[in-house]
């Protein structure tokens, strides 16, 4: 598994019972870690959303759609899971809100450190990053000549911002592989993630952004005319064992 390049991804939101969020991320960071990356995915980073106490959002990478398959397979039917998926799903309202995507560009996946995660026990740091996720919904496919447009016009503007993209992702619009687990189908998105020193430093950065002449000229009327509703913004804050922090 290539620990700085994930060609697919799952975005993927839970609404939890309300108060079970930590019940969930203790869990998830003491026994879902390890037990996902020894069958084969990458775990990219797991998340609280800072916006709603009772979402709980995370990622997961793979190399491709057929070791997805295998990976899903083996940590599903897996002892793990077995042992400990009552508790798990005890906690959920949903989990099917699954976005499958795909870096939209060479060298747009995920930047992940092999050694960013904290051990098993070991303190997690006092201050981790913030990040946003923002999700665009297309009216169309998000194309070669969107990307192009994101990279030569948007990225720029988001970068002189503060918000510089961490990496930029699209629909994977491949068979899903594992039926076992839904995705969201027939949407097309273009997704672009952000980490800020804390979540203070978020706030100010998407400040300037929306008071950008730049952005609200040059860059936000190509956007809207593309959009097929409104964007969503997830405001995040790592867990204690999340690869990315």
């Known amino acids: 598994m290539n620990p700085l390049r994930c060609p697919v991804v799952e975005l993927r939101q839970y609404t939890l019972h309300p108060g079970q969020r930590d ?5 998830f960071d003491r026994e879902f870690v390890e037990s996902q990356e020894d069958a084969g995915a990458t775990l ?11 979402r709980f959002v995370w990622l997961r990478g793979f190399d491709d759609m057929r070791r997805r398959a295998e990976a899903l397979e083996s940590f599903y039917g897996g002892p ?3 042992a400990h998926r009552d508790e798990a799903n005890a906690t959920m309202v949903d ?4 976005l499958l995507l795909r870096p939209a560009s060479p060298q747009s996946g ?3 450190p092999v050694d960013a995660r ?3 026990g070991e303190p997690a740091p006092r201050s981790p990053s913030s990040f946003l996720a923002t999700v665009w919904y297309g009216r169309g496919p998000f194309d070669a000549a969107f990307v192009e447009f994101f990279e030569r016009r948007v990225r720029p503007v988001l970068a002189e911002t503060g918000c510089e ?4 992702l699209q629909s994977e619009h491949a068979e899903n592989t594992f039926p076992a687990l839904p995705v969201r189908t027939n949407e097309e998105v273009f997704v672009w993630f952000a980490r800020f020193a804390d979540e203070g430093r978020m706030d ?3 400040k300037r952004l929306e008071h950008s002449e730049r952005w609200r000229e040059e860059v936000l009327p190509t956007l809207s005319e593309r959009w097929a509703r409104a964007p969503q913004q997830l405001r995040l804050a790592p867990t204690g064992r999340s690869a990315l922090r």
């Open 23 to 27: 019940v969930l991320i203790d869990l």
């Open 165 to 168: 993209p961490l990496a930029y």
């Open 80 to 82: 793990v899971w077995r």
């Open 204 to 206: 100010d950065r998407l």
């Open 44 to 54: 990219l980073g797991q998340f609280r959303d800072l916006d709603d106490p009772d």
């Open 118 to 120: 904290p051990a098993p």
């Open 110 to 112: 995920f930047p992940v």
């Open 95 to 98: 989990s099917d809100d699954v």
